[in-house]
């Protein structure tokens, strides 16, 4: 069961560049930090994937599991993980948001 | 719900020198946004940073106690800038 859970995850990580596990839809987020990391990503306008799973606990916990983090939401850019916006707003800052967004999309431009 | 005595006691377990700063965000004592400046934060990325906060307070993450918890942490080099 377990692994199917996993080949779920990863799939979902490679086929979508940037991936908000949350609580609730892009049209409802469920949770503050769910809807603040959504508008953190409209800022760019880039696509983008919200999974809710708010009621998934198995897959919530492998979640947990595979990324060393306890809570949500956890964000998926070009499959590698990066937290939350308590990363992701220093990294905006920085600048190196931009520059890691660039490279993760320029690379589905190319093929 | 946790009081900030509490949660300043857990962290300082693995944050001895650790400069504090806590903020109750809804005044429901459950959410919080930490800042935290620490020589233990040399050398690690913004992810190991937060796990190592997390690690903390997993008592309090794990029964509830803390819903929702906001971190920034600096090196006390960073936080001098």
């Given amino acids: 069961m377990e692994n199917t859970i996993e080949e779920e995850i990863k799939e979902e990580i490679t086929e979508n560049k940037i991936v908000i596990y949350g609580k609730g839809t892009k049209e409802r987020p469920m949770c503050g930090f769910t809807r603040e990391t959504i508008d953190f990503f409209n800022r760019y306008g880039h696509p983008y994937k919200v999974i809710d799973v708010l009621n998934n606990m198995p897959k919530r916990e492998l979640l947990s599991k595979m990324s060393n983090w306890p809570t949500l939401p956890k964000v998926f850019i070009g499959g590698q993980f990066y937290g939350d916006t308590d990363i992701l707003d220093p990294m905006a800052e920085s600048g190196e948001m931009a520059t890691l967004l660039k490279k993760v999309f320029e690379k589905e431009a190319q093929g | ?81």
């Fill in chain 2, 1 to 81: 719900m946790i009081s900030k005595e509490a949660i300043i006691h857990y962290i300082k377990q693995v944050f001895p020198d650790s400069e504090l700063s806590l903020i109750d965000k809804t005044g429901m004592m459950d959410h919080y946004q930490l800042e935290i400046i620490s020589s233990k934060f040399q050398d690690m990325n913004r992810l190991d940073r937060q796990r190592l906060v997390y690690e903390a307070l997993s008592e309090p993450m794990k029964d509830g106690r803390i819903h929702a918890l906001e971190i920034q942490s600096q090196t006390p080099q960073e936080a001098n800038k």
